[in-house]
């Protein structure tokens, strides 16, 4: 069984930052992906950034490119997202998900509310 739970998530003028942090619990292998995905109001849930074993492979989302940089801990068992930049329309809820070769597991959220 894997537990994942976010934190970091507040509220943000325009062009500021956040930090979110995202720890794993239970059976973590560091040879599996971990990503970020945000879900806005009306709106589906999407990919924000990923990276894949051993922290080599990063992807994001066009919309986040040169404002957002994930990284993983794997002594950690933690996957963050630098977030910088923060307009009005990165305003969602942050989840955070570990899939292995057998399920997708995801985080209860956090809250990023962009507003002046």
């Known amino acids: 069984q894997v537990q994942l739970v976010e934190s970091g998530g507040g509220l943000v003028q325009p062009g500021g930052s956040l930090t979110l942090s995202c720890i794993a619990s239970g059976s973590i292998s560091s040879i599996y992906p971990m990503g970020w995905y945000r879900q806005a109001p009306g709106k589906q849930r999407e990919l924000v950034a990923r990276?894949?074993?051993?922290?080599?492979?990063?992807t994001y989302a066009d919309s986040v490119k040169g404002r957002f940089t994930i990284s993983r801990d794997n002594a950690k068992n933690t996957v963050y997202l630098q977030m910088n930049n923060l307009q009005a329309e990165d305003t969602a809820v942050y989840y955070c998900k570990y899939n292995d070769y057998l399920n997708d597991y995801w985080g209860q959220g956090t809250q990023v509310t962009v507003s002046s």
């Open positions: 990276i894949r074993s051993g922290g080599r492979t990063t």
